[in-house]
């Protein structure tokens, strides 16, 4: 609400006095706030509108306007007294009784500006209309100007929309990626947007348009999105891998931005490995060369930087379990033998054991064979084995020799006959383990000893009948107690007494009685001569 105050001086003259009214004409004035903008272009022509509402059949409508022209009109009739000529006319509004204010060849620098209008009510009403010229968009360009424009994935990047800044009026802006309105990004200024870099969006088009609705198509600045990313690794899965074969893994990774990728490898326990390339090779593998290995691809950014993606992968070398070494066995016959079979783990660690000879297999890292027997002797095998998880099996096997022991066993053989002058070997065959020492005896007499035999001899060069006798074999090899066994020889030899002549002094009545040994096989005749 404003209040008026207005001074009229009217002044009566008498003879020399002159008398002098001051009237106070006060008028309170009500002043409407929904002023509005109104844009025309050079040369036009434009209508104002003065929406206040009056009932009155003698209406006068005020305007006022740059520079401070008044016009005003009542009941149709226009106030001649302006200095804008026959540009100004007035149309009553017959919606609100008021006169709308009509300026024909608008002039820039003197049409545009603040107009007002006033209703002659009580109070007196009065709306303000702001006039303004069109000015079309003409330019608009984008901050940053780079196209392409990169942008790194996940970072933000802020990009302005400038438009020509005496565009009236004030332009709307819209921005777009490829035919997608994104404009509800900018939240409150739309002359800027905050772009988040998405590899989905690289190549895309970044548009800004830019309008003021001046019946003219909207103006538009594009770039395309060069959204840089890293490349990423496929998943590499666990290798298992037998030891001393070859290992070639691969790394691939899916497409990226710049393409151009490097690849290495690392092992992650051991700083010094390092090897360039996409694919890990490790040629005759061993157990040692198990762990964790990580392929790396790599692409420089335009601003230097790189993108990296890293995936790591497990060697896991498989490898047999590893027997200990086994020394020969040697037990006596009939005792118990058990034998344990050591191994150092492999690669899986679970183990398991079997021993095997010719004919003869026994689960088990223990070798069991109660009362042995001579004919257990041999080499027997224990193998131990793991199941990889490839499905073949890890093996390693260790020989060992058992050694029964037993005491001598001399063969026995009949009577061995010679004829007088001849040669004889009297031989006999020993079964022992160890092999046997063996001495020939002639009752105490001691003729021969051999050392670890399994046969003894006994050579008597140019037999006489005196050789004639039992020999004895005695064998031994530590293991229980010494054996014998007679040997009898016989030398076939004609009859030889001991005395050749007995002379015997006899009577006739003396009977004679003498004796004389005869040696002689077979036995001989005796004739008394």
């Known amino acids: ?108 620098g003197v049409d545009d500006g603040m107009f007002s209008c006033e209703v002659n009510t009580n109070p007196i009403q009065q709306y303000f209309v702001n006039f303004k010229f069109y000015v079309d968009i003409h330019n608009v360009t984008l901050i940053p100007s780079a196209n392409p424009l990169t942008i790194q994935e996940d970072t933000q990047l802020e990009v302005r929309c400038v438009v020509n800044s005496n565009a009236a009026p004030a332009p709307t802006i819209t921005w777009y990626l490829e035919s997608a309105n994104i404009t509800s990004i900018a939240v409150t200024n739309t002359t800027f947007i905050t772009l988040t870099g998405n590899r989905t969006n690289n190549n895309k088009t970044l548009q800004c348009r830019a ?53 290495y490898w690392i092992k992650v326990d051991n700083p010094g490995f390092r090897q360039n390339g996409l694919s890990l090779q490790v040629p ?100 131990t084995e793991n199941n990889y998880n490839n499905g073949e099996k890890g093996t390693d096997s260790q020989s060992m020799i058992v050694n029964v022991q ?48 399994q046969t003894t001899t006994l050579t008597i060069e140019n037999t006489k009948c005196t050789d004639t006798n039992n020999y004895t074999v005695v064998a031994s090899n530590g293991v229980g107690n010494n054996v014998t066994r007679l040997v009898e020889l016989i030398v076939n030899c004609k009859p030889m007494p001991d005395n050749t002549n007995i002379t015997i002094g006899v009577t006739c009545t003396t009977e004679i009685e003498f004796s004389t040994t005869i040696i002689a096989y077979p036995e001989p005749l005796y004739e008394l001569q």
């Not at 593998?285 to 790599?298: L, M, N, P």
């Open 1 to 108: 609400m404003e209040c008026r105050i207005m001074l009229h001086f009217n002044t009566i003259r008498y003879n020399k006095y002159c008398l002098i009214w001051l009237v106070f004409i006060v008028s309170i004035k009500e002043v409407y706030n929904q002023n509005r903008t109104v844009y025309g272009y050079e040369r036009d022509t434009v209508i104002l509108i003065c929406p206040l509402s009056t009932s009155a059949e003698s209406v006068i409508t005020t305007w006022t306007g740059p520079p401070e022209n008044v016009v005003y009109f009542y009941n149709d009739i226009k106030n001649p007294s302006i200095d804008r000529g026959e540009r100004l006319f007035g149309i009553r509004n017959t919606a609100s009784g008021a006169y709308n204010l009509g300026i024909t060849n608008l002039t820039i």
């Open 211 to 263: 309008t003021n609705n001046n019946n003219k198509p909207p103006k538009t600045a594009n770039t395309t999105l060069n959204v840089e990313y890293p490349p990423t690794i496929k998943t590499l899965s666990q290798q298992d891998i037998v030891e001393g074969r070859a290992l070639f893994v691969t790394c691939q990774a899916t497409p990226r931005n710049p393409n151009s990728t490097t690849f």
């Open 284 to 383: 005759n593998i061993q157990r040692t060369s198990s762990g964790t290995y990580r392929c790396t691809a790599e692409n420089i950014y335009i601003n230097g930087e790189k993108g990296q993606d890293s995936q790591t992968m497990v060697v896991n070398v498989l490898y047999p379990p590893t027997l200990i070494t086994m020394s020969r066995r040697n037990i006596i016959e009939g005792r118990d033998l058990s034998v344990y079979c050591t191994a150092t783990p492999g690669n899986p660690t679970s183990t398991t054991f079997y021993w095997t000879n010719p004919g003869f297999r026994q689960n088990g890292s223990t070798l069991q064979l109660p009362n042995i027997q001579r004919t257990s002797s041999g080499t027997y095998r224990c193998t």
């Open 406 to 453: 037993y005491s001598p066993t001399i063969e026995n053989r009949s009577l061995q006959t010679v004829n007088e002058s001849e040669s004889v070997t009297l031989t006999r065959n020993i079964v022992s383990n160890p092999l046997s020492n063996a001495s020939w005896y002639i009752g105490t007499q001691l003729l021969k000893t051999e050392s670890s035999v």
